[in-house]
């Protein structure tokens, strides 16, 4: 009998943590949507959600996927402050995480235009928080990264469009990982230099 309620007594402990982390992070949510001075009904409105969700996740009742947060972040959202609450260490420790990975490589990104390099930091940060929020691996490994690299210095013009293109229409797909976000760049620009070598779709200049 002992056992059984030792085992019920740490399971009601353990729900209590995570219900106070969540309102923790329901909390720094509410205060970032408010930082960009958006209302429940509007936030909730660009991030795809119902108001009803958007109230919820802010007083903790539910915890949000990685689409909502994906959806967050781009609207401006402070993700490392609302998922670990540290504003001053967590958000440089990621920029210095992608920027390993990104010039970490074999191949230098100095080519790289403007716009490819911050393709690049976003399907890296993408990854990042990604793992993070779900404490997991990261998807984009070694090899997948230089080849990114290497795709956006030698390519950078088709690289922009085919990041463009896809991102367009990542909220139809669903919630994807950074490594699935790589792998439909590498198959859009392999798609557009089989048509730009047969003479299907040429591209403007």
Not at 3 to 32: F, M, N, V, Y
Not at 40 to 55: L, S
Not at 112 to 135: G, I, K, R, W
Request: proline residues 2%; glycine residues 8%.
């Amino acid at each position: 009998m002992s056992s059984s309620a030792d085992q019920s007594s740490s399971k009601g402990t353990r729900e209590s943590i995570w219900a106070k982390l969540r309102k923790e992070s329901g909390a720094r949510l509410r205060e970032e949507r408010m930082r960009l001075k958006l209302s429940q009904e509007a936030f909730a409105e660009r991030v795809g959600v119902h108001r009803r969700t958007q109230v919820n996740y802010e007083a903790g009742e539910r915890e949000p996927d990685v689409a909502y947060y994906e959806a967050a972040a781009s609207l401006g959202i402070d993700l490392p402050y609302v998922l670990e609450g540290d504003r001053i260490e967590k958000l440089p420790a990621l920029a210095a995480k992608v920027a390993a990975r990104l010039f970490g490589g074999d191949i230098s990104p100095a080519g790289a235009s403007v716009q490819a390099l911050e393709n690049l930091f976003y399907l890296f940060a993408l990854d990042e928080v990604q793992s993070a929020s779900q404490s997991g691996a990261l998807s984009i490994g070694k090899a997948q990264a230089e080849a990114l690299v290497r795709t956006a210095v030698e390519k950078s013009d088709e690289f922009e469009e085919a990041f463009d293109a896809i991102c367009r229409y990542a909220g139809r797909l669903g919630s994807l990982s950074g490594s699935d976000l790589a792998n439909l760049v590498f198959e859009t620009l392999q798609r557009h230099g089989s048509a730009v070598f047969s003479g299907k779709h040429p591209r403007a200049r």
